[in-house]
């Protein structure tokens, strides 16, 4: 069963807007990872968290983790159609050398 | 640089056929993994290995076989495909493992008639 669950499964915005996803876990971890795909490409690294660390940013990113609520989510602010794309949470866990993706959310924005 | 190579791109099998898929890194990562990817189910991870000569089973590891005699190939092979490995298969690498981005490779799209 996959440990993280994205929300929502499709988002549909206009350019500039903010997009907001969520992933959900189940079990505690060590690290959670965010990743984007274009359509018909391989993932690529978007931004890393560690279980202790509450918020991150990178550009136009944003990442939070609640390790209490067991969840986190992904902010592109200003967003642009070139973010097009489906983006996927993952977690791991302390000792188990396995990464573990969630289901995905498809982000279209449109200019 | 080439990073993450995957070969095929495209590959149609019949059922019962074998086949490998290719997989090399030229990054010197010690770990690496298959993926298998549906529409709607994300990625699962088939198996993984955290340096030469080391595999283990991932999620859903049934019907796949791995192994890694060098840090820069983990091939993954099908032994009799079935209809319901039809699917997009991704390799990827990372530095150590645990805690490390994954490196993706582009996938190879199977499918089994």
């Known amino acids: 069963s996959q440990q993280g669950e994205e929300d929502p499964q499709a988002l549909s915005i206009q350019e500039g807007e903010n997009a907001t996803m969520n992933c959900s876990y189940k079990t505690s971890i060590n690290n959670l990872q965010w990743y984007r795909q274009n359509s018909g490409r391989g993932l690529v690294h978007l931004i890393l968290?560690?279980?202790?660390?509450r918020e991150k940013h990178s550009g136009r990113l944003r990442v939070t983790l609640d390790t209490s609520k067991k969840s986190s989510s992904l902010l592109i602010t200003a967003s642009r159609a070139a973010d097009t794309a489906s983006y996927f949470c993952?977690?791991?866990?302390?000792?188990?050398?396995?990464?573990?993706f969630g289901a995905g959310t498809r982000l279209a924005v449109h200019p | 640089n080439a990073g993450v190579t995957q070969t095929p791109k495209f590959q149609v099998l019949k059922t019962g056929q074998s086949m490998t898929l290719q997989c090399a890194q030229d990054m010197n990562h010690e770990y690496m993994s298959w993926y298998r990817q549906d529409p709607g189910m994300g990625l699962r991870l088939i198996h993984y290995?955290?340096?030469?000569?080391?595999?283990d089973q991932g999620e859903v590891p049934n019907g796949y076989n791995v192994s890694r005699s060098t840090t820069e190939d983990f091939p993954l092979r099908l032994l009799s495909a079935a209809p319901s490995q039809t699917s997009v298969y991704f390799c990827?690498?990372?530095?150590?493992?645990?805690?490390?981005?994954?490196?993706f490779g582009s996938g190879t799209q199977l499918s089994v008639l």
């Open positions: 993952a977690t791991d866990r302390r000792g188990y050398n396995k990464l573990i």
């Open positions: 968290i560690r279980s202790n660390e």
């Open positions: 290995s955290v340096g030469a000569g080391i595999t």
């Open positions: 990827a690498s990372s530095l150590t493992g645990e805690g490390e981005k994954l490196f």
